[in-house]
C-alpha cells in the first residue's frame, strides 16, 4: 500500500525532531517511511522539496546545516528549542519534542505507525533523542478533531496539482455551500487549518477554515494543473483574511507561574499577580468563542482563574462543576 502524503509528512517530521544531528536527504531518502516509493532520484528531489516547502508553509522551523564536520553536505533537522506544541501544557522540554505530524490524525493505526517509524530511524543509524521520542506519542487537541480526513484529501489534492470540489460552510450554523477552488496550501493559524486558494466561483483568493469543510473533498481536472502563484506567502494571506476578525472583546485571566502555555501565547502579561498565596500573572485574552475559550480556560483547572467578564467566569464554573460531578 503506498504511503499517504500526511504519514510521509508524519514520518519526516517525526525523523528531523528526534535527531540531534543534521540528516543529509540521502539518510532520509533511507530512513523515513514513503520516500522508497520514489521511481527515481529526480523523482525523490522533487518529492522531498515539496514536502519542505508543505511543513514551512504548516509553520514547522526546518533548520539546515553541515551534516558533518569533514564534509560539505547539507542537512536537515528540526530545533526541539524552536518547535513547540502549545495546546497541551507540558514541560518545556516535553513540549519542544512534540512532533505537528501527532497532531494530524488520533487514529491507533498512524499512532502506531510513528512509533514504527522512530523504531525504523534507530535502525537506520539515526541517533533519536530518548526523551524527545517519548513525548511524541499524545493525543490530539480538541480543537482540530475532526477535520483530519479533509486534511488528508486536501493535501493529496494539493501533491496532485488538481483542482478540488467541497461543501463549506462560513459559520457552525450557517447552510454548506458547495466551493470549487483551486488549491494553493494548508497553514496553520492561532491554532486552526486553513486551506488557501482561488475560487473559481468567485473569481478571487479565498480562505477555508479545514473543520467548517465538509466531506468528501472531490479533486478533479488533469494533474499538474494547479500551482500556487510565484511570490504567494499564504501564511500572510491567513492573517490578512482571518487577522483579529470575530474578537468580541477581551478576557482578564490569571495563570499560575509556568502554566497554561497556550493562554500565554493567545493573550499578553498586563502585570504579576497572585491568588490564595499562589503566584502567577494577569493576561489579557482576547475573546473570538467564548465557549473554546471557557473549555480552554476550564482545562487547566486551579491553574487559570476568569477575572473577568462575569459571563465567561460562570461559563468556566459550570464546566467544572459538570467535570467535578462527573469524577464523583
Known amino acids: 500500500?503506498?504511503?499517504?502524503?500526511?504519514?510521509?509528512?508524519m514520518n519526516l517530521v517525526i525523523c528531523l525532531l528526534s535527531t540531534r544531528q543534521f540528516l543529509t536527504a540521502e539518510k532520509i531518502r533511507q530512513s523515513v517511511a514513503g520516500y522508497e516509493e520514489s521511481a527515481s532520484d529526480e523523482a525523490f528531489s522533487r518529492m522531498f522539496e515539496r514536502d519542505k516547502n508543505e511543513l514551512r508553509d504548516l509553520g514547522v522551523?526546518?533548520?539546515?546545516?553541515?551534516?558533518?564536520?569533514?564534509?560539505t553536505i547539507e542537512g536537515y533537522r528540526i530545533s526541539p528549542e524552536a518547535?513547540?506544541?502549545?495546546?497541551?501544557?507540558?514541560?518545556s522540554e516535553e513540549s519542544a519534542a512534540v512532533a505537528i505530524a501527532v497532531r494530524l490524525l488520533e487514529s491507533p493505526e498512524?499512532?502506531?505507525?510513528?512509533?514504527?517509524?522512530?523504531?525504523?530511524?534507530?535502525?537506520?543509524?539515526?541517533?533519536?533523542?530518548?526523551?524527545?521520542a517519548s513525548a511524541l506519542f499524545t493525543a490530539l487537541p480538541a480543537r482540530i478533531r475532526g477535520s483530519e480526513p479533509v486534511l488528508e484529501q486536501v493535501?493529496?489534492?494539493?501533491?496532485?496539482?488538481r483542482a478540488i470540489r467541497f461543501e463549506h460552510r462560513s459559520a457552525a450554523n450557517a447552510p454548506f455551500v458547495t466551493r470549487t477552488v483551486e488549491p494553493w496550501g494548508v497553514v496553520t493559524h492561532d491554532g486552526r487549518w486553513y486551506l488557501v486558494g482561488h475560487d473559481r466561483d468567485r473569481q478571487a483568493t479565498r480562505t477555508f477554515r479545514l473543520s467548517r469543510i465538509?466531506?468528501?473533498?472531490?479533486?478533479?481536472?488533469p494533474a499538474g494543473a494547479v500551482h500556487k502563484p510565484a511570490g504567494t506567502d499564504l501564511r500572510a494571506v491567513v492573517a490578512r483574511t482571518v487577522g483579529t476578525a470575530g474578537v468580541s472583546g477581551t478576557a482578564t485571566v490569571w495563570v499560575r507561574d509556568g502554566r497554561a502555555q497556550e493562554l500565554r501565547r493567545l493573550g499578553h502579561a498586563t502585570s504579576p499577580g497572585d491568588i490564595a498565596g499562589r503566584t502567577g500573572t494577569l493576561l489579557e485574552v482576547p475573546v473570538r468563542s467564548r465557549e473554546w475559550l471557557s473549555r480552554l480556560i476550564a482545562g487547566y483547572g486551579e491553574d487559570a482563574v476568569v477575572l473577568a467578564p462575569d459571563g465567561l467566569r460562570d461559563d468556566v464554573i459550570a464546566r467544572l462543576t459538570v467535570a467535578a460531578g462527573e469524577t464523583r
Not at 518547535?83 to 514541560?91: G, K, N, S, V, W
Not at 498512524?110 to 526523551?131: M, S
Request: aromatic letters at 4%; glycine letters at 10%; a negative charge.
Open 214 to 221: 465538509g466531506e468528501p473533498v472531490t479533486a478533479f481536472g
Open 61 to 71: 522551523p526546518l533548520e539546515t546545516g553541515q551534516a558533518s564536520r569533514f564534509g
Open 155 to 161: 493535501l493529496a489534492a494539493l501533491e496532485a496539482g
Open 110 to 132: 498512524l499512532t502506531a505507525a510513528a512509533q514504527g517509524a522512530v523504531l525504523k530511524l534507530r535502525a537506520a543509524g539515526v541517533v533519536v533523542d530518548q526523551e524527545s
Open 1 to 9: 500500500m503506498a504511503t499517504s502524503k500526511v504519514e510521509r509528512l
Open 83 to 91: 518547535y513547540a506544541l502549545p495546546e497541551i501544557d507540558l514541560t
